[in-house]
């Protein structure tokens, strides 16, 4: 029944920025993925740490499936939005002293994304330990169900319970998905669980960039994603994907 394909986002899809909302997407990567939609009947899904909302302020593909902040929500293609519980009363304290204590450090910067909250520090990578030890206290403090996730000079805090490897699992469940072989790039350690799960299903796991990975094939760069992708459009649904 072919492949079902699932993507990560900055790092993968796109040149990770600065900060989130300085990401560049180019007008022929929507359409790369908008085609693969179409080609696979729908068994495409962006599987990414952002919250659906941003996804569609800068992708603009409301027809494919998003599973945002690490598969704390789920759209699929055409339907509403399903998320994890979060009590509200839990993060708004923390985001007042987090807030608060990360005035006077130029360089962090929080995003607070509904269900999770990230503090970035890849303006001030100095700070890394600090903005770990930060956020773990304020999870001890005010959310202690949550649990830490580590990136690429980002750090969490989340709910325990949702990520990027049960939500594929929970994907490929599901029409258009069920029946085909799994798909998924990605380049972080938030892609770690999506890997493990793809391989457990005998699909195709691929790490983007250099590192340790369980994954089984690897792409250099985000620029050779876009070249590999493009490629082997027409013969999306013929053939497995090769890392190089």
């Not at 997407?25 to 993925?33: F, K, N, P, S, T």
């Not at 029409?175 to 350690?189: Q, S, Y």
Request: hydrophobic share 45%.
């Amino acid at each position: 029944m072919g492949w079902a394909w699932f993507f990560d986002i900055d790092g993968t899809l796109v040149e990770i920025a600065s900060l989130p909302s300085r990401i560049i997407v180019h007008d022929e990567l929507l359409r790369a993925i908008a085609r693969l939609h179409v080609l696979t009947g729908g068994a495409v899904s962006l599987i990414t740490g952002r919250a659906i909302s941003d996804v569609d302020r800068i992708f603009d593909l409301p027809e494919i499936s998003v599973a945002g902040q690490h598969g704390l929500e789920l759209r699929v293609a055409g339907g509403d939005i399903t998320s994890h519980p979060v009590a509200d009363e839990a993060l708004r304290p923390l985001h007042d002293e987090l807030s608060s204590s990360i005035a006077e450090r130029p360089g962090l910067v929080a995003e607070f994304k509904g269900m999770s909250i990230a503090l970035h520090y890849r303006m001030a990578p100095a700070l890394a330990s600090y903005s770990h030890r930060l956020l773990r206290a304020l999870g001890a403090k005010y959310a202690p169900d949550f649990v830490i996730q580590k990136g690429k000079r980002v750090v969490e805090l989340k709910p325990a319970g949702a990520d990027k490897g049960e939500v594929i699992r929970r994907l490929m469940m599901t029409k258009p998905f069920a029946g085909r072989t799994p798909v998924f790039v990605g380049d972080d350690l938030t892609d770690e669980a999506g890997f493990a799960i793809v391989n457990e299903m005998s699909g195709y796991s691929i790490k983007v960039g250099p590192g340790p990975t369980c994954a089984r094939f690897s792409l250099r760069t985000v620029t050779r994603v876009r070249e590999w992708l493009a490629e082997g459009m027409d013969r999306a649904e013929s053939i497995p994907p090769q890392g190089s």
